[in-house]
């Protein structure tokens, strides 16, 4: 919902206005004067001011001048009598968008105002885009440029070039989908499709169709052809998210598609040769489940031929005050508001905080401060984090301690409460040390201390 600022000294013109707006969907505020309309601005973030040029205790171009100090973008329309037309014009030259003459007429308001709205939308979109596409928006800004980073950076573009199959490996959240797109759009696929299939979410009884795609008739509610993924990749990239959740039964069936660049659909005689270059990721440990036998070696070392592991959002916090800020960007582009940054205590919190989540929960916790933010900069109380604010201190498990308990009668009961865990993350030890409230590198620690 767009916020108008309505600023006029009459009562009456105020209420109207307000009562229109409100009516046609928008949310309004109003100001009498020149300072209380700065003071609601600073506060409001409207994306539109009706502005009166006649007030008691300034003219509107010098709220005017004002205003677009504070932010370049918002919209003014100027409010004038007739005979002071070519006051209003004057504003349209210092940054005014249009001027409306008194007494308004209500369809021509409401006209001028969607004209203006939309025409912020379209500047916004534009200038995105052209930062998309010229590069002004930098690596850094969307990955960081920590020394861990950095390493990966340098691995997508050492490996970007070579169509060979990439393996990323990283826990939930930390950017495999989006080091999977770097890979694609800085290959010479860049200009063919990019196409994600994520292998937790498709059923075992779909995913073949899903694959390959179907001839019409090939099996009941087959009423017409589909063409599957590997398909609408042809000559780009098909990029297979969490691979280690491809069932047993298919992993032969994607081998042969790889080794013969070639599917067959459903209920089809025909082979389609096709040219696809894979990337696959899993945020797990792949080799246990190659050794205990729940994924092929075979596929394994053809999918595993360029490996790059993707760090914990924890494990390079060096990048959080960057990421937060992109985030902050991306929020307040998208919200349409203009919180300007962090307070430092905030951004402390950022920084103590654990992130069992990774990336995605750090887009996700400014995002909602975005929204719940009523200043211009997001404080320690509007970051809701998942872990009930729990800092890194306090969600480490003293590793030592926990040790030395594991010794004697308690050893099994220890290791039992930890394979307890890994059964109900499915195997997953990330979620597993998630469940237990410790790093996944300390309850491989663990696990390996017990056995010495």
Known sequence: MEKILIVDDEDNIRFILSELLEKAGYQTIQAENGNQALVEFENFYPELVLLDYKLPDMNGNQILDKMKE?????????????????????????????????????????????????????TQEIKTLRKRIEGDIEIKEMMGESSQIRKVLEQVELVASNDITVFLEGETGTGKDLIAKMI????????????????????????????????????????????????????????????????????????????????QRLGGGNAIKINVRIIVASNKNIIEDVRNGKFRDDLFYRIHEFKIDLPTLKERKDDIPILANYFLKEANYELKKNIEGFSTQAMNSLLDYTWP????????????????????????????????????????????LLMSSISGKVIESKIQIIKKAILKADGNKTKAAEILGISRNQLYRILHKAKE
């Open 70 to 122: 504070i932010n370049s973008s918002v919209i003014v329309i100027m409010l004038t009598a007739f005979g002071d037309i070519k006051k209003a014009v004057e504003s349209m030259k210092l940054g005014a968008f249009d001027y409306l003459t008194k007494p308004f007429n209500n369809e021509e308001i409401l006209l001028v105002v969607q004209k203006a709205l939309k025409t912020l939308e379209l």
């Open 184 to 263: 694609h759009k800085k290959s010479p696929r860049k200009d063919k499709s990019f196409v994600a299939v994520d292998c937790g979410a498709v059923p075992e009884t779909l995913f073949e169709s899903e694959l390959f795609g179907y001839e019409k008739g090939a099996f009941t509610g087959a009423v017409s052809r589909r063409i599957g993924k590997f398909e609408q990749a042809n000559g780009g990239t098909l990029f297979l998210d969490e691979i280690t959740n491809l069932p047993m039964s298919l992993q032969p069936k994607l081998l042969r598609v790889i080794q013969d660049n070639e599917i």
């Open 357 to 400: 989540g990774n990336i995605r929960e750090l887009k996700n916790v400014i995002k909602r401060a975005v929204i719940i933010t009523k200043s211009k900069t997001i404080l320690p109380e509007n970051l809701l984090f998942t872990n009930l604010k729990e800092t890194t201190q306090e969600n480490e498990i003293d590793e030592d």
